[in-house]
């Protein structure tokens, strides 16, 4: 018969353990010890003498002239001694608030008292007398005893940290691993949360079905993949899959951040790799994720900056793990990298991590999908179309997009209202692209600049055949900004041609130009202009080949990550009459552009003027707005 299992059973089983008394805990031992050892040399410094009775001096030479005193003992200033039978029995009839005692103690005052002795000696007293100081035994305990409490200390400490370094637990749990396991009880994100990135859902949907059920694979002679790395820009949606996996997986699931290896102790991160793999054999079929990847693994080798050993022995150890899987084992291990060009060869070849899935910014059907996912909670107006929306969001992230809906709820919040309406996105979305409105005030001769400039880089984005459409033209300061030239691309792009980059160059210097052709100087305003078409023409130049004079060449024109170290160790792939032709050409095709630039706004200066004076009026004028005024103009001129 089994016993019931009700609340009485349950309390007879829970009695033994409420019984129990509570162990003391290691810690404690030492300091107990320590108090034993420190109350024994009190005991012992006090020799096991009775208690004695404390006489005034003037007392106690009464005491030895009314013959009361047996004998004393003489140590420095200090006095002991006997009480003689009727002594002691005088002194407890006399003074009743006394102990008894035989004895009895006193304190001579620090000047010389020569007649003590010769009174000790006329009533017959025994005298002894005691040196200074404690005993030789006594002395040697007070002089050994720190020290030997002092090394106690260390070797209790280095084995307590020992101890907990190797079984884990307390504050020196350095070699554990730092890996969460996730529940799927407790992960609220699915793969129906995850939108725009179909295609990578597929390939985790069948790595989880492998998961799953192994044995469908395994007959047909298939092996699972040890390793899956996630490609892709910040806020595609790495982490989120990942997170996704953990609530769809049926399998143990542990997540880490490649930073949490590393700690200040060396060998710690090799340690924690150990016992992270452990832990997922125990649970396998198990997942492995780890975020940034790149913290880690990146290049082994000196560069720039050094090496570091630590963190090559961490990589080192990871590769032996994932090297040293068997197929049967089921330990997948997931990682997610913005950085696939930094990472170590080592880590990419098969078998190790056997599938790379690249997760690129969103296009405007997945842009849809994904502002569709973060609306679900958000009440929105009839005004809200999302693929207008997804079609003015060209370059989003998912992570912008979520941004993006969130900003808009806020301003919403802001305004008091019920629902989120299209203004509110069109708000949102200028605060994340422009910036946050600033209350810079200008004087009115900047002002003006500021129109001009803004209004040359306007014109150039209408007139050029194969730039971007104008958005929006606005003086108002946004971010670091003073003014703004919004452009919006129709589609995505993937390639660009060599007059599409030529007339962005155009658009990008139009600010300049305006300037140099209103006033005859230009000012500070362009810098950045400056900056972004110097980069981009130096590009088109040494990398993607499109210049007659230099030919088809793709040269490396500075490394993007010095301290990789890669092109420390190689030699140059030009020679320096190579660059000098290649700067001479950079500012060759720079001025040619500028010049073509200032001509085509010489040509359009009323245009200019009449946009200029409108926004200076207005502040901010849309694309409908500047293709009216410009159009009127033309009507003028050909008037």
């Not at 090799?270 to 079929?285: G, I, L, Q, S």
């Not at 060869?345 to 405007?364: C, E, Q, V, Y």
């Not at 200008?442 to 040359?456: F, S």
């Not at 194969?466 to 703004?484: E, F, Q, S, W, Y």
Request: some cysteine; charged content about 25%.
């Amino acid at each position: 018969m089994t016993a019931p299992s009700g609340p009485d059973n349950q309390n007879q089983k829970q009695k033994p353990e409420q019984n129990q008394q509570p162990a003391i805990p290691n810690q404690f031992a030492f300091l107990w010890l320590s108090a034993a050892i420190f109350l024994m040399v009190l005991w012992l410094q006090d020799g096991g003498q009775p208690r004695l009775q404390d006489l005034a001096y003037s007392e106690f030479k009464t005491a030895v002239m009314n013959q009361q005193v047996a004998e004393v003992t003489l140590k420095e200033e200090a006095i002991t001694g006997l009480f003689t039978d009727s002594g002691a029995a005088d002194f407890s009839s006399d003074n009743p608030a006394r102990t008894s005692s035989p004895g009895f103690q006193t304190i001579r005052p620090p000047m010389e008292d020569p007649s003590l002795l010769d009174l000790l000696e006329e009533h017959d007293v025994i005298i002894r007398a005691t040196p200074s100081g404690l005993p030789w035994w006594q002395e040697m305990i007070r002089g050994f005893l720190p020290w030997i409490l002092l090394l106690a200390l260390m070797f209790w400490f280095w084995g307590a940290a020992q101890k907990r370094m190797t079984q884990g637990g307390g504050p020196f749990d350095f070699s554990r691993s730092k890996a969460r396991r996730a529940r799927k009880e407790t992960s609220t994100a699915t793969l129906d949360d995850v939108a725009g990135i179909e295609s990578a859902k597929r390939e985790i949907a069948e790595i989880i079905d492998f998961l799953k059920s192994p044995e469908k694979y395994r007959a047909l002679g298939a092996v699972m993949p040890k390793g899956v790395l996630l490609v892709g820009p910040p806020g595609t949606g790495k982490t989120l899959l990942a997170r996704a996996i953990a609530g769809e997986a049926e399998v143990p699931f542990y997540s880490i951040s490649a930073s949490e290896f590393i700690e200040m102790f060396v060998g710690v991160g090799a340690a924690r790799v150990r016992d992270m793999f452990k832990e997922a054999r125990k649970d396998a079929p198990a997942l492995i994720f780890i975020d940034e990847l790149d913290a880690i693994g990146r290049s082994r080798g000196a560069g720039l900056g050094g090496g570091h050993d630590e963190r090559e022995q961490t990589l080192n150890q990871i590769l032996t793990e994932m090297d040293g899987f068997e197929a049967h084992e089921n330990v997948l291990v997931l990682a997610a990298t913005n950085r696939p060009d930094v990472l170590d060869s080592a880590l990419l070849r098969p078998g190790r991590f056997d599938r790379k899935i690249t997760l690129d910014r969103p296009h405007k059907e997945a842009r849809a999908a994904i502002l569709a996912v973060h609306v679900r909670k958000v009440p929105l107006a009839n005004d809200v179309d999302l693929d207008q929306l997804a079609a003015r969001t060209i370059g989003f992230s998912g992570a912008d997009l979520k941004n993006l809906v969130n900003e808009a709820a806020l301003t919403a919040a802001r305004e008091s209202l019920h629902e989120v309406n299209a203004h509110c996105f069109e708000l949102a979305r200028d605060r994340i692209i422009l910036g946050e409105e600033r209350d810079t005030k200008l004087n009115p001769q900047e002002r003006e600049a500021v129109a001009y400039h803004e209004c040359g880089h306007a014109i150039m984005a209408y007139y050029m055949p194969n730039a971007d459409p104008l958005t929006k033209l606005t003086i108002i300061p946004h971010g670091m900004a003073m003014g703004v030239t919004e452009q919006t691309p129709k589609e995505d792009h993937y390639t660009y041609t060599e007059s599409y980059l030529k007339d962005r160059i155009k658009v990008m210097l139009g600010g300049r130009c305006s300037e140099k052709l209103i006033y005859g100087e230009v000012s500070t305003g362009a810098q950045n202009d400056l900056k972004e078409a110097t980069a981009l023409i130096r590009k088109m130049i040494g990398q993607w080949g499109m210049s007659e004079k230099i030919g088809p060449l793709g040269l490396s024109i500075g490394e993007d990550h010095v301290f990789l170290g890669r092109e420390m160790g190689m030699p140059r792939e030009f020679s320096e009459k190579m660059a000098e032709m290649i700067d001479g050409e950079i500012q060759s095709q720079l001025l040619a552009l500028e010049k073509a630039t200032l001509d085509f706004l010489n040509e359009h200066r009323n245009q200019l003027e009449a946009l200029a004076k409108a926004v200076l009026k207005q502040e901010t004028l849309s694309a409908e707005d500047v293709e009216e005024i410009l159009r009127q103009e033309d009507s003028r001129k050909i008037a």
